[in-house]
């Protein structure tokens, strides 16, 4: 067993190639590999999840690194690591992402653990284990990150008592999931400007009554953001972002953006970047240009510029939509200082995280066509 774990080492320290890691762990006796194989996958996510990383987060790049097989092996290594605490040690964030991934501990002993996989999705000896090594290669490159909720057994953050704040998210995701489901532009234009008007107007009172409480402060969230043209819909998410007084750090290695603000204001930025991306494909799918093998490049341009027109746009329009919001609020000038203040604390948030943030470089626009085509369909998109 002290063999096979040196060829694991060897194989994560690239002192022999994958390749002839693999041909050893596949002719070494079951009973030596197995135990040590589904350890050390356990104890490397266990790892991960004390330096910060989300269950949604690690199985995302694990299956953007790797493969299907090997991101089913990340959702047991969540089931795994719940099994040590007790419901009340785990935060309740960090349980429903491990719910929604479905992690539950269906096999017996941990020993037995491969065998088990094997027998439960009916695949190849060799092949697991192959699934097993790329995904520790995978773990294994990962670094510590910024911890947002905090993992099972640390003292979780005290629930925020947003009750009117659930009542208008879930009053803004009817009426999205409305806007989302309509044919007719003009009917989908009219629920999302009621959607967008109960944010505006929440975000804003909610400043208010929130200003000079030294408890209340910015925090972060990681979204993610999907493949392809992933670059580009980071750009719709930060231009969704700043209309809403928060700032976003692109990280294109693991698949995610960090975005920093106040809760509600990041609640807001979710469900608006989700819904926009919805309609963007949409309209997007509808403008697009014959593809196939000789249209294939033009085709690609198309939607990059049809994304990048469609954030620029949206940007533009949700910043109108915020200045006509303040300037209705009646209360414009007891607001400006408090939002000021609160832009300034989310900024500082930003930069403790990320003290040696880079301007990203610009967007390059190779289709004049998309990019129209981009900007009117923002102009259509449902936002007030």
Not at 40 to 63: C, I, M, S
Not at 81 to 89: E, V
Not at 123 to 152: H, Y
Request: aromatic residues 6%; proline residues 5%; charged residues 30%.
């Amino acid at each position: 067993m002290d063999s096979v774990r040196e060829t694991v080492a060897a194989v994560l320290g690239g002192r022999i190639g994958y390749e002839d890691g693999l041909d050893l762990l596949t002719v070494a006796p079951p009973a030596e590999v197995d135990p040590v194989l589904g350890r050390a996958l356990f104890e490397a996510a266990a790892r991960l999840f004390r330096d910060g990383w989300q269950p949604a987060e690690l199985h995302r790049v694990v299956a953007r690194r790797g493969d299907p097989a090997q991101a089913h092996l990340i959702v047991d290594a969540v089931a795994a690591h719940l099994r040590g605490f007790k419901p009340r040690a785990v935060d309740p964030r960090w349980r429903a992402q491990a719910d929604e991934l479905d992690a539950r501990a269906w096999w017996g002993a941990d020993d037995d653990y491969l065998r088990q996989v094997t027998a439960r999705r009916r695949t190849d000896r060799i092949a697991l284990i192959d699934a097993f090594l790329g995904a520790l290669q995978v773990l294994a490159t990962l670094p510590p990150i910024d911890v947002l909720i905090p993992p099972p057994g640390r003292v979780a953050r005290a629930a925020r008592s947003g009750g009117g704040n659930e009542a208008m998210l879930g009053r803004v995701r009817a009426l999205l999931a409305k806007a989302e489901a309509t044919t007719f532009p003009a009917e989908a234009e009219a629920f999302s400007a009621k959607a967008q008007e109960l944010i505006s107007r929440h975000s804003l009172d909610e400043a208010l009554v929130e200003a000079g409480d030294t408890a209340i402060t910015p925090y972060a969230r990681r979204l993610g953001v999907d493949h392809p043209y992933e670059s580009e819909k980071a750009s719709l998410l930060d231009a969704v972002a700043r209309a809403n007084r928060c700032q976003v750090v692109w990280s294109p290695e693991f698949g995610f953006a960090t975005v920093f603000g106040f809760d509600a204001d990041i609640d807001a930025v979710d469900l608006l970047h989700a819904s926009l991306l919805v309609q963007a494909h949409r309209a997007m799918a509808r403008e697009e240009p014959p593809g196939g093998k000789a249209g294939r490049a033009r085709l690609k341009a198309f939607r990059q510029s049809f994304l990048i027109g469609y954030a620029v746009r949206i940007g533009e329009r949700l910043a109108e939509a915020d200045r006509a919001a303040l300037a209705g609020s009646g209360d414009a000038a007891t607001l400006l200082p408090v939002l000021a203040s609160r832009e300034t604390q989310v900024r500082e948030a930003r930069e403790r995280a990320f003290p040696r943030t880079v301007r990203g470089r610009g967007f390059r626009v190779d289709s004049e066509e998309g990019w129209e085509s981009g900007r009117t369909a923002a102009d259509r998109a449902t936002l007030h």
